[in-house]
């Protein structure tokens, strides 16, 4: 990975009873720079034309009322985020899919059909 080369596990990686498989995805995106939601006070910056951000009726100057978890939005595919936002002194909750462009991918899977007992690496 150092060396900038994709580093893929094997499709077993994770044990017996599960594959890899390829996936198409969508790459997590805010939509606008991640430090808006660090700074104080949380004013959107860099708000991406197009994004799904912009599209749910987000602006540039925003002022983000509460903080943000990210950990979930970025690990969950489908879900959304929901930001509290004043602007010329009226209060707007906007909720989006903070997602941009498809992606080639991989995921594992279990296979069907394989009982617990079979999948651990230990058993011959």
Not at 55 to 78: F, H, M, N, T
């Amino acid at each position: 990975m150092l060396a900038g080369e994709l580093v893929l596990p094997p499709s077993d990686a994770f044990g017996p009873c599960f594959r890899r498989q390829n996936a198409q995805m969508r790459r997590f995106e805010l939509g606008f720079d991640r430090e808006s939601l660090f700074d104080q006070p949380r004013i959107v910056a860099g708000l991406v034309a197009g994004s799904e951000a912009e599209k749910a009726g987000i602006r540039e100057g925003d002022l983000i009322l509460q903080p943000v978890p990210l950990e979930k939005a970025q690990s969950e595919p489908d879900q959304t985020l929901t930001l509290e936002i004043s602007r010329d002194d009226e209060l707007i909750e906007v909720e989006y899919l903070p997602r941009g462009e498809s992606v080639q991918g991989y995921l594992w899977e279990r296979i069907d059909g394989e009982p617990d007992s079979e999948c651990s690496r230990e058993n011959p």
